[in-house]
């Protein structure tokens, strides 16, 4: 069904452009996997604190105020940096189900964060105590932490898969 | 003997073979044992970068460094220890190319620098890090945070570029 808006924007002045330059790809990936370490390193941090694994100095709160926005950042970045990969290569994104999978998954986790930051700073005192802490936190740490990991996997198949749908 | 007949040796073992999928049912050996380098290898990044950032006085600056360091680094230590031992995995599957290759070796270069940059920190303006724990890190703190960004993100680059390479 995408397979020809793929190879219509494949054809595009912007796509070739990018096409020509040997180096953008490799580049644009790099920095994907920069932006990444960001987000997977920061939400690991935080779900590890929600699940009492580690230890932390900070309370919650600090902890989610302080890395939830460098995760919004990094996800712009991952967001530029994956669409000039779509551009450059948009078939071999977009006739794999690993794409879409990985797509579908950013959606909901990125909900999920929306919703756990705007908790936590409605109510700051309630989740930095373990014992008022939603029994929610768990499960959105455990479920995070599995999409996470998932979108990576997603992530990395988009480059072994796709040519088995091409 | 040789460095060559060593490589030879190493990709000559059975589960060098099976790294390269020549033994049935490994076929995806190697995508799957890269996806697990990928994850602990933002593991490594991720937190390394929350070091650095906070030593540059960009990132969570209500954080002591010395607390930050030890809610930290052993994350860093065990996801590098999983990346190594994964990256040796790969390393087997082509271990005469990848040793020859330009990127491989500007990859391991990278990271040489990085751990004497991180000793002559720990050595160095880490040993007072009681008088400026809390406040402004000294130069020398925020030029070792900066170099390892800056090296890491060649770690990054150049491992990632070791795939469009070989």
């Not at chain 1, 808006?5 to 002045?13: C, I, K, R, S, V």
């Not at chain 1, 990936?29 to 694994?53: D, K, P, T």
């Not at chain 1, 309370?59 to 000039?84: D, E, H, I, K």
């Not at chain 2, 008088?131 to 170099?147: F, I, N």
């Amino acid at each position: 069904m995408f397979r020809p808006f793929a190879d219509w924007l494949g054809e595009t002045p912007l796509s070739k452009t990018l096409q020509d330059q040997a180096w953008v790809v490799p580049t644009s990936q790099s920095i994907h996997i920069l932006a990444v370490s960001i987000v997977f390193a920061s939400a690991c941090m935080i779900n590890l604190r929600l699940l009492g694994v580690g230890q932390s100095g900070r309370s919650v709160s600090q902890l989610s105020n302080t890395l939830v926005p460098w995760m919004w950042r990094a996800l712009a970045l991952l967001l530029f940096t994956g669409l000039v990969q779509t551009v450059a290569e948009p078939v071999r994104q977009f006739v794999t189900p690993m794409f879409w999978t990985k797509m579908l998954m950013i959606v909901i986790v990125a909900s999920m964060t929306a919703f756990y930051a705007k908790a936590v700073r409605r109510n700051a005192a309630a989740w930095d105590a373990a014992s008022s802490r939603p029994s929610r936190a768990k499960v959105f740490a455990i479920l995070s932490t599995l999409l996470w990991l998932a979108i990576i996997v997603c992530g990395r198949f988009i480059g072994y898969t796709w040519s088995f749908y091409a | 003997m040789s460095i060559e007949a060593l490589l030879a040796i190493i990709e000559a073992w059975p589960i060098s073979a099976a790294m390269r999928g020549e033994t049935p049912g490994t076929e995806w050996l190697f995508p799957i044992i890269e996806t697990l380098h990928v994850m602990a290898l933002t593991l490594v990044v991720g937190s390394i970068a929350m070091m650095d950032l906070r030593l540059l006085g960009i990132a969570s600056r209500n954080s002591a460094v010395s607390r930050l360091s030890n809610e930290v680094l052993p994350w860093t230590w065990t996801a590098w220890g999983v990346a190594a031992v994964f990256g040796t995995l790969m390393f087997m599957a082509k271990a005469a190319t990848y040793a020859g290759n330009l990127q491989f070796r500007l990859k391991f270069v990278c990271m040489g620098f990085a751990a004497v940059n991180m000793l002559v920190f720990h050595f160095g303006a880490y040993r007072q890090v009681a008088r400026w724990d809390s406040g402004a890190p000294p130069m020398s703190a925020r030029v070792a945070g900066a170099l390892s960004l800056l090296l890491w993100s060649g770690v990054v680059f150049f491992g990632r570029w070791v795939g469009f390479t070989t």
